[in-house]
């Protein structure tokens, strides 16, 4: 069973505000994210979130396995995502 992948407006915004092959590799790992992804993630210390890592960029998710659903709050640079 494969989960289904919702961005928040926030997170929408930031992706296009990346270069285009950042969004490719965004985009492409998600794909493979879809079908497990506790392999792929690390849980945040003191939060309900994951962190999904692609190259020097993070992806701040939340996992419903209820709806099996994976919604992406945030997508920044690592210097800077975690303020």
Do not use: A
């Not at 790992?29 to 309900?48: A, C, I, N």
């Amino acid at each position: 069973m494969m989960y289904k992948i919702q961005f928040t407006s926030k997170s929408e915004d930031q992706l296009k505000k990346l270069d285009r092959s950042v969004q490719e590799r965004i985009l492409v790992v998600l794909e493979r994210v879809k079908t497990r992804p506790y392999d792929f993630v690390k849980k945040l210390s003191g939060y309900k979130y994951f962190r999904l890592r692609v190259g020097d960029y993070r992806i701040i998710i939340d996992i419903n396995n209820e709806i099996m659903t994976i919604l992406i709050i945030e997508i920044g640079h690592r210097k800077n995502i975690y303020k």
